[in-house]
């Protein structure tokens, strides 16, 4: 799908810091798209979920995380509590009300966290590839006493973003907000799509997810051969089916 993107609006916070975002008007639910970590609204998922979102005349918001994109700041600086924040700021703002939490990797574990602070909000969440706590599985024992140590870690990347930088403060972030352990209290539909070719977010992330949500509304969608990015036309194409038939 073409798509001509609009220019941004910005949400100013309180400490200065500009967030960017894009509004679609539309019919609702909104979709609120939450990108990984190191990316921004202007990835390939969010702007095809974004054409179709126009094409078929539905609401979608998406905004970068401070840091990110085209909104201010600095990476290093941000948090997962500072971006989930971030999303709950843009969202109060804009007002789109009811809301599908679209989470993308990390967006995915931040979804989690803006439908526990936003219940009444949130009609059902989609996870592509979610990957709730990877502070805690996705480093080694070395790279954690590293992270401590040093402030910072810089592991190599395959998404363009090398290197990848992990802070302590980032670190200490998600270990704070570990969801995994126990029953998750959200009880909205939710769907998850897992690439079982993933090599950085194992695929057993998403059903052990699934398990832990409080919801009886939980579907589980795996599929062998797609990777960690789910970019494919055919992970699109599914994609936009599990949206369209969400039962909201």
């Keep these: 799908m073409t798509f001509v993107e609009p220019?941004?609006?910005?949400?100013?916070?309180?400490d200065g810091v500009r967030l960017a975002y894009r509004y679609l008007a539309g019919d609702g639910p909104t979709i609120v798209f939450l990108p990984g970590y190191m990316s921004d609204m202007?990835?390939?998922?969010a702007q095809a979920v974004a054409a179709w979102a126009k094409a078929n005349g539905r609401a979608m918001l998406r905004l970068d995380y401070s840091g990110?994109?085209?909104?201010?700041?600095?990476?290093?600086?941000?948090?997962?509590?500072?971006?989930?924040?971030?999303v709950l700021a843009v969202i109060s703002h804009v007002e789109p009300i009811p809301i599908i939490l679209v989470g993308s990797s990390m967006g995915g574990w931040?979804?989690?966290l803006v439908a526990e602070a936003s219940p009444k909000q949130v009609a059902a969440l989609v996870g592509i590839a979610a990957a709730p706590d990877f502070?805690?599985?996705?480093?080694?024992?070395?790279?954690?006493?590293?992270?401590?140590?040093?402030?910072k870690i810089q592991r190599p990347s395959d998404y363009g973003y090398d290197p990848m930088v992990t802070t302590r403060?980032?670190?200490?972030?998600?270990?704070?907000?570990?969801?995994?352990?126990?029953?998750?209290?959200?009880?909205?539909?939710?769907?998850?799509?897992?690439?079982?070719?993933d090599v950085d977010v194992p695929w057993e992330t998403s059903v052990?997810?699934?398990?832990?949500?409080?919801?009886?509304?939980?579907?589980?969608?795996?599929?062998?051969?797609?990777?960690?990015?789910?970019?494919?036309?055919?992970d699109i194409i599914l994609l936009?089916?599990?949206?369209?038939?969400l039962p909201v």
């Design 68 to 86: 990110c994109g085209e909104s201010d700041g600095a990476f290093e600086d941000g948090t997962l509590d500072i971006w989930r924040d971030d």
């Design 7 to 14: 220019p941004p609006e910005y949400l100013t916070r309180a």
């Design 135 to 151: 502070t805690d599985w996705g480093f080694t024992a070395d790279e954690k006493t590293k992270i401590i140590a040093d402030g």
């Design 208 to 234: 052990r997810l699934a398990e832990k949500l409080r919801s009886s509304d939980v579907q589980t969608n795996l599929l062998k051969d797609g990777d960690h990015r789910l970019s494919r036309d055919q």
């Design 169 to 197: 403060g980032f670190w200490q972030s998600g270990q704070a907000n570990l969801k995994l352990a126990n029953e998750i209290a959200i009880s909205c539909p939710v769907r998850l799509l897992h690439g079982q070719r």
């Design 240 to 245: 936009i089916d599990i949206m369209a038939k």
């Design 110 to 112: 931040l979804m989690l």
């Design 42 to 45: 202007q990835g390939g998922k």
